[in-house]
């Protein structure tokens, strides 16, 4: 079945950067979105970005773009987000999710809804 | 972009009586709409998804249902593990930006 496991945990200060990474298994890697979204402590879901693991396409909300990256490697079927000049309010669990959509059902660019996610990466952010 | 807005906040029903979460989108998002359950410490779980339809292995006391901004989860007989937060989001193809609510909590009364 459908797996993706998150690389783990991070600490890092103000300014730094990091690298989150997320490997799917189960499924043809290049026919499916990957998307990201963040979780705040006690806070609600926030999309962050998609990336099209075929074309290496991607796409980002407004807040994020300028500081996260993203980039796979399609050999070990693994996606990678970039995050960089953090901040302490960019504390939070890092989900990778799958798309729902599979690419050949829709001329290879299309988006859904989510159907499969990572355990998720806790990124703290802290002097 | 597309704002969700969820109501309740928090919901706090017996087990066994009937639960229903609303959200509502600021723009028509046609049937572009999914649901998520989330508990503590997990990662989210897809529920539904083009508004009506159960993801695999969801039991058929959820159901959805609604199109363009007004959408509702309704699950009939609440048993102890449906609570939860429950999170709506829109994917609709226009703007390419994909948004949640900001979840509902389903409390046992």
């Known amino acids: 079945q459908v797996h993706l496991v998150q690389s783990g945990a991070e600490v890092k200060k103000p300014g730094a950067s990091v690298k989150v990474s997320c490997k799917a298994s189960g499924y043809t890697f290049t026919a499916h979105y990957i998307h990201w979204v963040r979780q705040a402590p006690g806070q609600g879901l926030e999309w962050m970005a998609w990336?099209?693991?075929?074309?290496?396409?991607?796409n980002f909300a407004q807040k994020f773009q300028g500081r996260v990256s993203m980039g796979r490697d399609t050999s070990i079927s693994t996606v990678y987000m970039y995050f960089n000049t953090l901040r302490s309010d960019d504390t939070a669990v890092y989900y990778c999710a799958r798309d729902g959509a599979e690419l050949a059902s829709c001329g290879g660019d299309c988006y859904s809804h989510f159907d499969s996610w990572g355990q998720g990466t806790l990124v703290t952010v802290s002097s | 972009e597309i704002v969700m807005t969820q109501s309740p906040a928090t919901l706090s029903v017996s087990p066994g009586e009937r639960a229903t979460l609303f959200c509502r989108a600021s723009q028509s998002v046609s049937s572009n709409l999914a649901w998520y359950q989330q508990k503590p410490g997990q990662a989210p779980r897809l529920l539904m998804f083009?508004?009506?339809t159960r993801a695999t292995g969801i039991p058929a006391r959820f159901s959805g249902s609604g199109s363009g901004t007004e959408f509702t989860l309704t699950i009939s007989s609440l048993q102890s593990e449906d609570f939860a937060v429950y999170y709506c989001?829109?994917?609709?193809?226009?703007?390419?930006?994909?948004?949640f609510g900001q979840g509902t909590r389903l409390e046992i009364k």
């Open positions: 989001q829109q994917y609709n193809n226009w703007p390419p930006v994909i948004t």
């Open positions: 083009g508004a009506s």
């Open positions: 990336i099209n693991p075929n074309s290496g396409g991607t």
